[in-house]
């Protein structure tokens, strides 16, 4: 909020907080102030279930550069993915 | 200035009160034990939410002698620990300056009608909420004091307008009417010191009562003593500003 740079994504999944899983139905992106972190600021990501208030939530903080490089990694095993024919319809 | 022979007591706890909307939200309030009249202070919360780190700070303003109330901002967008409702709140690009001001003027007013205020409120906020408190002393009629402390967004940028932030603060600042006192580290990146320039050359320009303190080996958020950004000897110094702004300000006749 202070940088005010924030974008929001439905998504479909799964996630895990303490010991019990729940579903995901968005995922909030921002790159602001963290809380846990050490930096001014960071790149958050917080998986949601809206519907369940606010604790439902799985929340990651990173620094720009691993921000960056996860970016990378996810984009190239997803293209493996397809590749490979592992797509599921759905 | 505290001596050891004094008497000291305080009484702090959650209220209610009707904020933006009349909606019910709450608040933090502590205030100094006596008949008074003391003089109040509005606390306006950072991005980290409505923390520990600012109800504590509403139990030491009122360690100084006011009566100081802190408005849950986030109080529609549900509860849990602050942090995970902040981090709701963050996602969703934060909350509109018009909710802000309907709530931080709502927290005035409750101020104003209490036996033991005297009629001096100052506002004080840190980070977004030191954007806030320059937004609410230009907007909303009454405050006698502003405290910005490094707020960001202050000066914005065209491009950076949204509908929930339609104006830049900083072009309300012919309608401020009270002093402002300004703490800034010298090191931030949101304000940075062009930024804070640029408030001082409007706060010029419009021929204000300002104070600004700018502090070398500091950036953002320097009194978060939970932080790694906290800087002791500066935030030591920047406290002793603050309520030798505020005593100056709100104390005298």
Redesign the interface.
């Known amino acids: 909020m202070c940088t005010m740079i924030a974008k929001q994504v439905d998504v479909t999944g799964s996630g895990k907080a303490g010991t019990a899983w729940f579903k995901l139905d968005q995922a909030s992106v921002s790159y602001d102030h963290p809380f846990d972190m050490p930096l001014e600021y960071a790149l958050n990501i917080d998986f949601t279930n809206q519907a369940g208030g606010p604790a439902a939530r799985v929340a990651v903080e990173l620094d720009a550069d691993s921000a960056r490089k996860l970016v990378e990694v996810i984009q190239d095993v997803m293209h493996q993915a397809e590749v490979g024919g592992f797509m599921e319809a759905r | 200035m505290y001596t050891t022979d004094q008497y000291e007591g305080m009484l702090a706890e959650t209220v209610i009160l009707p904020g933006y909307h009349a909606d019910l939200i709450n608040a933090y309030f502590a205030r100094p034990l006596g008949a008074g009249p003391f003089p109040g202070m509005v606390l306006v919360h ?3 939410g409505w923390d520990e780190w600012y109800r504590e700070t509403t139990r030491k303003f009122a360690a100084y002698g006011y009566v100081t109330l802190c408005p849950n901002l986030y109080f529609r ?5 602050p ?13 509109s300056d018009e909710q802000v001001l309907g709530d931080v003027g709502a927290s005035l007013s409750m101020l104003l009608a209490l036996p033991y205020v005297s009629g001096k409120v100052g506002v004080f906020g840190t ?2 909420g030191g954007r806030h408190a320059y937004l609410s002393a230009c907007r909303i009629p009454g405050f006698s004091a502003l405290v910005d402390c490094w707020g ?2 202050v000066t914005m940028t065209p491009d ?1 307008l ?1 509908p929930m ?1 339609p104006v830049a603060p900083v072009d309300y600042t012919a309608d401020l009417t009270c002093p402002v006192l300004g703490i800034f580290g010298n090191d931030d ?2 304000p940075t010191p062009e930024q804070v320039n640029q408030l001082e050359e409007a706060l010029k320009m419009h021929g204000k009562s300002y104070e600004f303190h700018r502090y070398d080996g500091a ?3 320097f009194f978060y003593y939970h ?3 906290y800087r002791q000897e500066q935030a030591v110094d920047g406290w002793q500003k603050v309520f030798a702004f505020l005593d100056r300000t709100l104390k005298g006749d």
């Open positions: 950072h991005l980290p967008d549900g509860h849990g620990t942090e995970d409702v902040a981090a709701k709140v963050r996602g969703a690009g934060g909350v980070c977004s960001g967004r950076e949204t932030q990146h949101g950036g953002h958020g932080r790694p950004l």
